[in-house]
């Protein structure tokens, strides 16, 4: 942590700042000084500006009105309040790139909607891919979100893909209303399934969700603005009414700022163009009418049956999908060589030079004002030469960065080798204090820690086209990506990323000072995650699960039989309310997702788990809503 000489004080902030000073007596100094570090850190630089010193002097006032000194319980209080507002300011700084949200605390729909407008603000007219994936959709708010967007923004394009029972109108299906708008930039498919078993009683076809071939599970979507990952939300949460109002439901946003975070809305992003381009995962509306007429048809036909179906529909002009590339944009806080280049290209040499001089001596730039303030050169440019520049959050992760990234920004190549292979082997460090496993002395972390972060956001996929004999672990390019995780033995291998190693790495990982809390609508006992959770309670790590009451039976018996044997594992059911939450807490690490615990969910079904480790504010987050869920639940 910097010296409170070694900030950079906003001219317009110099008074306020001397006022403050003026309200201590000598021996609080300090104090005020320290508080002032930290409000200056609050967006992750060394520079006070007006607005961060704004908030002890408001805390000041608040016990003590006017300019007149504080003794020490008055300065005391008033310290104290600050440090609440600062805290406030530092997390609405969302360094980390992620937020978490629940409801009964807000509406997910609203947060959904308002994550979309503020891509839309930032791509300022510029190309913008906003990318669906949707089990159910029947909010009639989010639609009509949509719909405007897309009316007033013709520099955006929607692509949708919904499960297969979207594709009707009956039940308040928002996707046949959104489609008959005929928006040119809204594009929809559907997944490809056909989930119906034959009815004596009907004389026909009748749903049986037994029957489905693969659901399209997901829910969520990201947006990309010219190529680059901008926003990713994604959850447990349903497009509906009643899972907004009715269920325990979660989501989670995570920014294109922060770095661990852009390559898990890349991945996303993969996923989703992969979908879209298989025609055995996903199809246009006509070509999966005639499809589900086909199939319909030849089951009435196999029963004696006269065809009732059309099956003749032309098929809809949908162009293939390819994720753009980021060809233009560029970090003023990054460390990929490319931020530095496209600088260089838009700048000019000099003013790159100067700008890096200024982030390297008192931090990350945190606004386009900022950065003008502090580089008055870049004011002078013609605003296209900076439109397709960004402020990330100027932190490199030891988990994700390249050797490349990590030399930039002040490892040294030998070390910035060692990293990645030591993660490569072992799987993500736990702190910054594990880079002394490579080789770094306690000073040198040190040297490197405000700019370096542990944490790593990961996204795991499970796919299954229609008719294949098997599921995959994603549809995309990243459908036979492996990852560093750990096994039941305690080894760490390279194994498939799919949505079940993205749990039990965690749960494989857990000891008992690292309890289990997990949440789950459904669990199936047949699944590898159960038998992981069992495994880790065997290791003696307590585990804590709520469930959502129906369906879950056997798994409560399960569980009751392990406590029963003395292991350190309990469960309550949660009846008041559909318990729809799909999360679990490991420690300062979180999974949350779409994804069940089930045979189905990792064997047929399209899904996806997202993992965020090292974040003990998002962990908390998870943790305390847990609790919460844990206090309100039936004790069986």
Request: glycine share 8%; proline share 5%.
């Amino acid at each position: 942590m910097p010296t409170f000489d070694q900030l950079k004080i906003a001219p317009q902030a110099r008074a306020l700042v001397d006022q403050l000073m003026a309200r201590a007596h000598a021996a609080d100094v300090a104090k005020v000084k320290e508080a002032l570090v930290k409000a200056a850190g609050a967006d992750g630089n060394r520079v006070l500006s007006l607005v961060e010193v704004r908030v002890i002097a408001d805390a000041f006032d608040q016990v003590s009105p006017g300019t007149a000194k504080l003794d020490a319980a008055k300065l005391g209080q008033g310290l104290d309040v600050a440090w609440v507002n600062l805290e406030k300011l530092s997390s609405a700084a969302n360094l980390d790139g992620v937020s978490a949200h629940f409801t009964f605390q807000e509406s997910l729909a609203a947060k959904m909607i308002a994550e979309l407008k503020d891509s839309v603000a930032r791509a300022a007219g510029r190309p913008m891919d906003v990318n669906m994936m949707i089990f159910e959709f029947q909010s009639d708010t989010i639609e009509a979100a949509i719909a405007d967007v897309a009316r007033n923004n013709p520099n955006v394009t929607f692509r949708i893909i919904g499960d297969s029972g979207q594709a009707s109108p009956s039940g308040g299906n928002a996707l046949p209303s959104l489609l008959a708008l005929r928006l040119p930039n809204v594009e929809v498919k559907y997944k490809k399934d056909f989930p119906y078993v034959w009815s004596d009683s009907k004389g026909g076809p009748a749903y049986n969700h037994g029957a489905t071939a693969g659901l399209n599970h997901h829910k969520g979507f990201a947006t990309f603005i010219e190529g680059r990952p901008d926003r990713l939300v994604t959850g447990s949460f349903n497009w509906s009414d009643t899972a907004d109002t009715k269920n325990y439901e979660d989501l989670t946003t995570y920014s294109g700022e922060d770095a661990t975070a852009r390559r898990a809305i890349s991945q996303y992003g993969n996923e989703f163009a992969g979908f879209w381009n298989n025609p055995d995962a996903a199809l246009s509306p006509n070509a999966f009418q005639n499809f589900k007429g086909k199939m319909w048809n030849d089951m009435l036909i196999a029963h004696g049956k006269p065809p009732t179906m059309s099956t003749s529909r032309a098929q809809e002009p949908l162009n293939p999908y390819t994720l753009p590339a980021d060809t233009k944009s560029f970090d003023v806080n990054g460390w990929r060589p490319e931020d530095e280049k496209r600088m260089k290209a838009a700048l000019g040499s000099t003013l790159t030079k100067t700008l890096i001089s200024e982030r390297k001596k008192f931090g990350r730039f945190e606004s386009m004002e900022a950065l003008k303030e502090r580089v008055p050169g870049v004011a002078k440019l013609a605003p296209e030469k900076l439109e397709a520049l960004f402020f990330g959050t100027g932190k490199v992760s030891i988990n994700v960065a390249t050797k490349e990234e990590l030399d930039l920004a002040g490892f040294t190549p030998a070390q910035a080798a060692a990293v990645v292979a030591y993660r490569e082997k072992n799987g993500d460090f736990e702190s910054l204090e594990d880079l002394a496993k490579v080789g770094l002395t306690q000073g040198r972390i040190e040297s490197v820690r405000e700019l370096m972060t542990a944490q790593d956001v990961e996204a795991f996929f499970n796919s299954r086209p229609f008719g294949a004999p098997a599921g995959g672990t994603g549809y995309g390019p990243d459908g036979s990506r492996t990852s560093a995780v750990m096994g039941a033995d305690g080894k760490v291998t390279n194994a498939a990323a799919s949505v079940v190693v993205g749990a039990t790495d965690l749960f494989n990982r857990a000891t008992a000072a690292t309890p289990i809390s997990l949440a789950m609508y459904g669990l199936s006992v047949s699944s590898p995650e159960f038998r992981s959770l069992e495994a880790a309670a065997r290791r003696g790590v307590p585990v804590r699960i709520v469930l959502n009451d129906d369906f879950n039976g056997g798994a409560v018996d399960a569980i009751k039989a392990l406590k029963a044997a003395g292991l350190p594992i309990d469960v309550r059911v949660q009846k008041a309310k559909t318990m729809h939450e799909k999360f679990g807490v490991v420690g300062d690490d979180v999974f949350a997702g779409s994804a069940n615990f089930s045979t189905s969910s990792s064997t047929k079904h399209s899904e996806d788990r997202f993992t965020l480790k090292n974040n003990r504010e998002i962990s908390g987050r998870f943790q305390a809503t847990f609790d919460s869920l844990w206090d309100k639940s039936k004790v069986v």
